[in-house]
């Protein structure tokens, strides 16, 4: 997989949901692409347990944080083709990565609220004074 592909999967329109087909071209995602702040990006999938339960925590993070300081984007782990969650390792739910400037930061692998809220101040940008 070239690392393009993957820039272009990385950088998810902030507040939203995106429903990705298994197929998606890489066209459409370059319509999503941010480059100028971290990014993460929760997978989920609708039956995981696990994954409602991180839910209001990865909502109120967006809400602290987001926009201005990090793009936040869900994905649901079943639109996303296996290439993909092969090059990411989604093996396991829910899962969330951290991006910045087209690589990835670190990994968290299942519920896991109080890695959540170390890694997203961690990597925020910091607020902007004047």
């Not at 782990?77 to 969650?85: F, G, I, M, S």
């Not at 090059?87 to 690589?103: A, C, S």
Request: glycine share 4%; charged share 20%.
């Amino acid at each position: 997989m070239n690392n393009r592909f993957v820039l272009t999967c990385m950088a998810i329109v902030s507040t939203q949901t995106i429903a990705m087909q298994p197929t998606f071209d890489q066209a459409e995602l370059e319509t999503h692409l941010f480059h100028d702040k971290p990014t993460a990006i929760k997978f989920y999938a609708s039956w995981c347990g696990a994954c409602k339960s991180i839910q209001p925590v990865f909502e109120q993070l967006e809400q602290t944080f987001g926009p201005d300081r990090m793009h936040f984007a869900s994905i649901n782990v079943d639109d996303v083709t296996d290439e993909l969650k092969e090059y990411l390792k989604v093996y396991y739910l829910p899962f969330i990565v951290f991006f910045k400037e087209g690589r990835i930061l670190y990994r968290i692998i299942g519920l896991n609220p109080k890695e959540l809220y170390y890694r997203v101040r961690k990597y925020a940008l910091p607020i902007k004074q004047g």
